[in-house]
């Protein structure tokens, strides 16, 4: 197993005004994802000031006319908007504040009637379930459920871990594309997503207000990864059929285009700051966050409904160096909620943190032991980020991270 990625720099930089390094994997083709994570980039820098941070930047603190984004918006919704009560949008998402947010905003702001679709969590937590059976329940919406076999995501979900060290990856996969299923088999061609990933820090999608095909879309002979193998080593080795795949897998993008199916996002229109989405959404669907803090992180209301997630975030932390406590942590200093000092006392508090409370279930989905669990981890850790220091092998005690924010 090599122990450097492709397109890792090796050398670890900081962002003056954030937490993150030049480590953070920007968004990239699900699709061909390989697990060397070859086609994946890095966020780029200026002046040692990150793209995140300077797009977040670009779009909250440059005078942006909002009154002229809403009328841009106006202007497409008026040629979807439905005229005889039947849904004119789709917006897919978990219950969680950012999709009750969305649906609030079409519903109440601008008039529309989305339909809400979800792609089932792996686990649920007791609050994700609690808070997804609100939304419709209290916050008004229609909402359709698609869960996966557990047979076939189980075995997604480990295929995964073991070859890429992303157990969640099949997840993203249906949540990124199911939607556009509905789309086809609704005839609602308009579906909407929260922020763009130029926020995340990817260059090539500044100043996007629609997704570019190529994230959610494939071409007609194009080779598809999913856990890392190809769509006929699945079925010949594992018994998983396109047909099982179905909801995961993208449409293609000639058919996609010939629909006129568009994926629009709505940060590109609306103030979109996690603090005041979870405040709308605790109002409109009784959302609520964990008694509990998140373990890895300082939140109690951030992606909380499915326990799978902790790994994702974990796993992420192995193989670049920078954990969930980073990522919120930099949201909260880019919107002005937390200063840089209070974000990296944070992270050196949490970033570290092994996710136990989740770690039998887990290891008991993937059925796999806690010594194999570790071997998988070690096979991925980069030498440029880690170091081996000690024989307590237990939670990851053994390894220390060489390089910390400042
Ligand atoms: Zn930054």
């Known amino acids: 197993m090599q122990k450097n990625y492709i397109n890792s720099p090796t050398e670890v930089i900081f962002c003056k005004k954030c937490v993150?390094?030049?480590?953070?994997?920007?968004?990239?083709?699900?699709?061909?994802?390989?697990a060397e994570h070859s086609n994946r980039t890095r966020m780029g820098f200026e002046n040692g000031v990150c793209?995140?941070?300077?797009?977040?930047?670009?779009?909250?603190n440059q005078n942006i006319d909002w009154n002229e984004r809403e009328k841009k918006l106006r202007k497409i919704l008026e040629k979807y908007r439905s005229r005889n009560g039947s849904f004119d949008c789709i917006v897919p998402g978990s219950g969680g504040k950012d999709s009750v947010f969305q649906a609030e905003i079409l519903k109440k702001k601008y008039n529309m009637n989305p339909l809400t679709v979800t792609f089932s969590p792996h686990i649920y937590t007791d609050s994700g379930m609690k808070n997804f059976h609100n939304w419709p329940l209290y916050g008004g919406v229609h909402n359709y459920l698609y869960t996966p076999s557990g047979d076939v995501h189980r075995k997604l979900t480990s295929l995964a871990f073991k070859n890429l060290l992303h157990p969640f990856q099949p997840f993203i996969f249906g949540q990124r594309h199911f939607a556009s299923h509905m789309a086809l088999l609704f005839?609602?061609?308009?579906?909407?997503?929260?922020?763009?990933q130029s926020e995340a820090g990817s260059a090539d999608e500044k100043d996007e207000i629609m997704m570019p095909y190529k994230y959610w879309s494939k071409t007609k002979n194009q080779k598809i990864l999913i856990s890392g193998l190809?769509?006929?080593?699945?079925?010949?080795?594992?018994?998983?059929?396109?047909?099982?795949?179905?909801?995961y897998l993208p449409n293609e993008v000639d058919e996609l285009v010939k629909n006129n199916i568009q994926v629009l996002y709505l940060g590109e229109f609306e103030k979109f700051e996690p603090q005041e989405n979870y405040y709308l959404a605790t109002k409109v669907s009784k959302f609520t966050g964990n008694?509990?803090?998140t373990q890895q992180t300082f939140s109690k209301y951030s992606s909380i409904d499915d326990k799978i997630d902790n790994f994702h975030f974990y796993t992420a932390y192995v193989k670049f160096g920078y954990g969930r406590c980073t990522e919120e942590a930099t949201k909260e200093i880019r919107h002005g909620y937390i200063t840089r000092d209070e974000?990296?006392?944070?992270?050196?508090?949490?970033?570290?943190?092994?996710?136990?409370?989740?770690?039998?279930?887990?290891?008991?989905?993937?059925d796999i032991s806690e010594e194999a669990f570790y071997e998988t981890l070690d096979k991925f850790r980069p030498d440029h980020l880690w170091e081996k220091k000690g024989n307590d092998y237990k939670y990851c005690k053994n390894w220390i991270l060489k390089h910390k924010v400042k």
């Not at 968004?27 to 390989?34: A, F, N, Q, R, V």
């Not at 974000?343 to 508090?349: A, E, I, M, S, T």
């Open 291 to 293: 008694a509990e803090r």
């Open 343 to 366: 974000g990296v006392r944070l992270v050196h508090k949490y970033d570290h943190e092994f996710p136990d409370r989740y770690f039998k279930d887990f290891l008991e989905y993937m």
């Open 51 to 60: 793209q995140g941070c300077l797009q977040v930047e670009r779009k909250y």
């Open 20 to 34: 993150h390094s030049n480590q953070k994997v920007v968004s990239s083709s699900l699709i061909s994802d390989d």
């Open 230 to 247: 190809e769509l006929e080593e699945l079925n010949s080795k594992y018994k998983i059929s396109t047909h099982d795949l179905k909801f």
């Open 187 to 196: 005839k609602i061609p308009l579906i909407f997503m929260g922020e763009s």
